[in-house]
């Protein structure tokens, strides 16, 4: 055995009956593995058996740890909990539904040992809903164009990083954690292992459409100032056109007089405008309610309890 240690990181929110499953993967995984390991749970305020299963499993298995939030703080959240009470040098961040499978992890350390600070692995979308395999790649086309970090189709949470890594991650304290968008922005030397998309084995996915759509907002919103300039810009163009329209109707008034129909180009012009303001407004808030949640500087997550050593939050 030689002296590595391997912080397993994995955030669970009612994920009761899948804690043992994948516990016993990483047994099974490790035990071939010549390095130590430790499994941080982080229990993101469950409302199931999550709490009282990792709490007996702690008790039997020393390299068990868990954090228990006092509630739902976030999957962001719970990831940050983890990679600041992981001990090891390298962390592994994967789901507790089995959808991220531990036969990767001898990989993911190939890819450690080969001196890589982030080994990413990544999904194909095999077994998934066309429509939703439609919508994200739409998403990411759009969003590269948007933001200036680059997010990749299929690349999420899993994946290893090594110290230098991780303490880039931590000190990116901000509050609205969009990970993905982190984990490209401190950049380091990174490789990609592949692996077949999983449907989850128990349990349901924990993300509803308005959440997932709000992650989207999320990403484009938390990476760069482009949609407040994108709304500059409508701004200035409708002026520009609204200004030329005026010259033009100041034309014929003055060539034939004034003329009373007009009633749908005055109607379609307001509702525009009102449309692209609101629009605009809409953007703006975004920023703002972000900086104001910014300058509260409230903690990302509260423990309610954990066996690990928890001066850190
Ligand atoms: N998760 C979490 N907090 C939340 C939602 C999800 O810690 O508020 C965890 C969840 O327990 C799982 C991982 O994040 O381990 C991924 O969630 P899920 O499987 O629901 O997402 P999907 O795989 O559908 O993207
Ligand atoms: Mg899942």
Redo the contacts with the bound molecule.
């Keep these: 055995m030689n002296d590595l240690t391997i912080s397993i990181v ?6 009761a009956e899948n804690i043992k499953p994948i516990h016993r993967a990483l047994q099974k995984e490790f035990a071939k593995l010549s390095c130590s390991y430790e499994a941080v749970f ?1 229990d ?1 305020g469950s409302k199931d058996q999550t709490l009282k299963t990792l709490q007996s499993l702690a008790a039997q298995c020393p390299e068990v740890k868990y954090i228990s939030f006092t509630r ?1 703080f ?2 962001e959240s ?1 990831i940050f909990a983890g990679l600041e009470h992981a001990i090891g040098d390298a962390v592994i961040i994967m ?3 089995m ?1 991220h499978p531990p036969a990767i992890i001898p990989q993911l350390l190939k890819g450690y040992h080969e001196g890589y600070q982030q080994v990413i692995a990544r999904r194909n979308r095999n077994g998934e809903a066309k429509s939703h395999s439609f919508l994200s790649s739409l998403y990411y086309k759009t969003i590269n164009n948007v933001i200036n970090v680059e997010l990749k189709d299929g690349e999420g949470d899993f994946r290893l990083l090594g110290r230098k890594a991780i303490e880039a991650v931590l000190e990116l304290s901000e509050g609205n954690r969009f990970s993905k968008g982190l984990f490209s922005w401190i950049g380091f030397d990174q490789k990609t292992v592949y692996y077949e998309n999983i449907q ?1 084995e128990n349990g349901t ?3 509803s459409l308005r959440q997932l759509l709000n992650y989207g907002i999320e990403g484009i919103v938390s990476f760069n100032q482009k949609p407040l300039r994108i709304c500059l810009y409508a701004g200035l163009i409708s002026l520009f056109l609204a200004l030329a329209y005026i010259l033009f109707m100041l034309f014929q008034i003055i060539r034939y007089g004034v003329d009373v129909p007009g009633y749908f180009t005055l109607i379609s012009s307001v509702l525009f405008l009102g449309g692209a303001q609101l629009l605009s407004l809409g953007v703006i808030g975004e920023y703002v309610g972000r900086i104001y949640m910014e300058t509260k500087k409230r903690p990302h997550y509260l423990v309610q309890e954990s066996n690990t050593d928890c001066d850190r939050e």
Excluded: L
Excluded at 10 to 15: G, Q, T
């Design positions: 994995i955030p669970a929110y009612n994920e982080i993101d739902n976030g999957k719970a789901d507790a539904d959808q989850r996915s924990k993300w």
